[in-house]
């Protein structure tokens, strides 16, 4: 037998997960990752500024398919749960606004039509939705109400066949920009979601500012006041809070792949500057301190990547639990939050700048970790999983 | 009309390129294997031809390489291609530009065509020299280099770059054209289109089909690769510091001045 000798790992795919991928997830990446190269990485430190996300952005996101993209029919792809993660470690290598763009147009809001919604609704919205005409949200949170949204006081009441809508959404992503909320309410007969429409009498949307955090992304509270609905705005198959828990472990997995994705780009960009910078007279990469940092962080780069493609592949096999995604979703935030601040070290003061991706993804990815269940609540739910005891109340 | 882009498939551009001492060939193994990149350009001239016409007009890949490469032709698909034809046989390693032409120039005449777009250059074995041949052996007219083209009464007309401009040439089809970059960016595979070339043919072809050239394989080639050696390495770079952009224009103005070279 002949051993040839096995080329030294590559840094930036070290485990080489590249050879776990298909031909076909492998072009998906490429697209998103070429994508992001020539129309994310060029201006997102100034839209970061600006506190903006042009909406010409939806449209090519939707022009490339990755607006509802693992979902079929309609318009969409229908690409593996697998190659719609892919897609999103890419955008959020780009910048977690983007991601949280695609993951709220594609995996809550389409998601939650496609879901629950009437073959009417899924042919009204979800075409224009896959193609980013249509921008839609997702309004769970409450300013009082926000871990815990059982506790929700937005409410519809019945007014003959139709609801009349009332109450206010906090933190809605995109909500000022949509076109279409789905909006979570209570009703007689418990949680319901709607469809509301921009433009509807009584419905208003303002943005929330002074975010430091995920500024590439629009942020909104919704206030909706006698909002009256036609009874065909209701979203017919869901029924109490599963409706809007199953859109968002839809959403939570993405992000597990999404937050590998703000890992790499920060630990690409910590090797690189610890290559080039020089301080007392050799490259700060040479420095064991330095060794240590940059060793962590691609042990849990590479753990929590295969995770994400673990977790893919079971979720393709329809064998993925919520509370896989709990696992994934606390983790791979975690680890990646933690890339990122050892990554801010390696770079001294450039690493404070917008100059160099890393405090931006560092920031952006403390809304990642509060955002689509905090890492308290997936901790808590790791928690029960083992131990059967709930602990989530008293 | 059908128009057929010849395709190489070469290892990872980015990847460490390494040489069998034993055979004097590319190692392919534990190396991804890409579209050679100056084929993606004649694709997507192909391609906007293709949709600039939007007479039914159709666009075939070709490409000869080894069999576990096959799946890269996906992405040629994705991007748009009707269908794909993978010419392999064990035959063919070892087969010389004069004979790849050959060969291909066989494969072409057996799937027909009205124009035949190449790269200018592979990735790999960068001789050139195969569309140059491949329009002799099909006896059709060539047009290298050029950097727009289109159609007008059956005849191709074309922008050929030169040193100091550009020719505009045209030849009545059939015709082999090769392209510069300036073709235009290759387009992203969108996801419809990676999904939907899961279900487009790629036919396979082997030498029996074609006749079986002489030309083929080590035993057909006429050139003999006697040694390969790495680049030498480069000499030390002289790394410029500056507080701006001023001081650091004249330290590089110095430095070019030192060497008289300015
Ligand atoms: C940028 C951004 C975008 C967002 N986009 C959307 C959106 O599009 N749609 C939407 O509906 N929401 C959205 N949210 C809201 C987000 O989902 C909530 O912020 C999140 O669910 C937490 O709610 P809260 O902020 O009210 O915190 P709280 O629930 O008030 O929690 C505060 C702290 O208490 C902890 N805590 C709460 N309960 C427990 C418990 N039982 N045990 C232990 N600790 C507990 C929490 O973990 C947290 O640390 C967004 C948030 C951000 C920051
Ligand atoms: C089994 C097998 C093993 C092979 N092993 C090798 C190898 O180890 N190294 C190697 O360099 N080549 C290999 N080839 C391919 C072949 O020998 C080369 O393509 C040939 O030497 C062309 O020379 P070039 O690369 O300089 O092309 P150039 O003249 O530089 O290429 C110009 C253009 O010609 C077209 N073209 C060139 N080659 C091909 C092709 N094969 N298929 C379709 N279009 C093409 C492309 O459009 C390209 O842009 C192999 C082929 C087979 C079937």
Not at chain 1, 109 to 124: L, N, P, T
Not at chain 1, 237 to 247: D, F, K, Q, T, V
Not at chain 2, 83 to 106: E, I, N, R
Request: glycine letters at 10%; hydrophobic letters at 45%.
């Amino acid at each position: 037998m002949i051993t040839a000798r096995v080329a030294s790992p590559d840094a930036l795919d070290f485990l080489n997960l590249d050879a776990l991928f298909s031909e076909e997830e492998r072009l998906i990446r490429e697209t998103v990752r070429r994508f992001v190269r020539s129309r994310v990485l060029p201006d997102i430190a100034q839209w970061f500024e600006d506190g903006i996300l042009p909406r010409e952005l939806g449209r090519e996101l939707g022009a490339l398919g990755l607006l509802g993209m693992h979902l079929h029919g309609y318009g969409c792809p229908g690409a593996s749960a697998t190659a719609y993660g892919i897609a999103c470690l890419e955008l959020e290598a780009g910048d977690a606004g983007v991601r949280s763009f695609a993951s709220v147009q594609g995996s809550l809001a389409m998601y939650a039509i496609y879901r629950w919604g009437s073959e009417e609704q899924k042919q009204r919205f979800l075409p224009g939705m896959a193609q980013g005409e249509t921008i839609g949200c997702f309004g769970l949170t409450e300013p009082d109400f926000g871990s815990n949204p059982a506790g929700m006081r937005t409410h519809a009441r019945r007014d003959g066949d139709d609801f009349i809508l009332n109450g206010t959404k906090m933190w809605i992503t995109n909500g000022s920009i949509a076109d279409v909320a789905i909006v979570w309410a209570q009703t007689d007969s418990g949680i319901a979601g709607f469809l509301v429409e921009r433009g509807m009498p009584g419905f208003t949307a303002t943005d929330i500012h002074k975010k430091i955090s995920l500024r590439a992304s629009i942020t909104s509270e919704l206030h909706f006041n006698d909002v009256r609905l036609p009874a065909s705005a209701q979203l017919p198959g869901a029924n109490g809070l599963s409706g809007p828990l199953a859109c968002l472990t839809e959403a939570r997995f993405g992000i597990i792949w999404g937050a590998m994705g703000a890992a790499r780009a920060c630990f690409e960009s910590a090797l690189d500057y610890s290559k080039t910078r020089v301080q007392f007279g050799k490259p700060i990469g040479g420095f064991q301190l330095t060794q240590e940092k940059l060793a962590n962080m691609l042990l849990e780069l590479q753990k929590g990547s295969l995770l994400a493609l673990h977790l893919g592949r079971m979720k393709d096999e329809s064998r993925l639990h919520p509370a896989h995604v709990s696992f994934g979703k606390l983790n791979n935030v975690r680890e990646a939050l933690a890339i990122c601040r050892e990554a801010r070290t390696i770079l001294g003061a450039n690493g404070v700048t917008l100059e160099y991706p890393v405090i931006r993804h560092m920031n952006n990815l403390e809304s990642v970790l509060t955002y689509e269940g905090t890492s308290e609540v997936h901790t808590l739910v790791l928690g029960a999983a083992l131990t059967g005891i709930d602990a989530f109340t008293g | 009309m059908k128009i057929v882009v010849t395709v190489k498939l070469v290892p990872d551009t980015n990847a460490e390129k390494r040489i069998d001492p034993g055979t004097q060939r590319l190692i392919r193994t534990g190396v991804e294997t890409v579209l050679n990149p100056y084929d993606e350009y004649a694709l997507e001239a192909a391609l906007a031809l293709k949709e600039k016409l939007a007479d039914g007009s159709t666009v075939t890949v070709l490409a000869m390489a080894p069999e576990a490469t096959k799946e890269t032709l996906r992405k040629a698909l994705a991007m748009g291609a009707d269908d794909a034809v993978f010419l392999t046989d064990a035959a063919l390693a070892g087969t010389d530009t004069l004979g790849t032409a050959d060969v291909l120039a066989h494969a072409l005449k057996n799937i027909g065509f009205d124009l035949v777009i190449c790269g200018g250059l592979s990735d790999d074995g960068s001789t050139g020299g195969v569309p140059g041949a491949l329009a002799e052996f099909l006896a059709v007219p060539g047009i290298t280099n050029a950097r727009s083209l289109e159609i007008i009464d059956g005849r191709v007309h074309a922008q050929r770059e030169t040193d100091n401009g550009y020719q505009v040439v045209s030849a009545a089809l059939p015709v082999m054209l090769s392209v510069t970059m300036a073709v235009g960016e290759p387009r992203y595979a969108s996801l419809k289109g990676i999904m939907g070339a899961k279900k487009k043919p790629i036919a396979p072809m082997a030498l029996a089909n074609i006749g079986a050239p002489g030309s083929a394989g080590a035993a057909g080639a006429k050139i003999s690769l006697l040694s390969t050696a790495p680049p030498p390495v480069r000499g030390k770079a002289k790394v410029v510091e500056a507080t701006d952009g001023l001081s650091g224009a004249q330290a590089v103005l110095d430095f070019l001045k030192e060497r008289k070279l300015v």
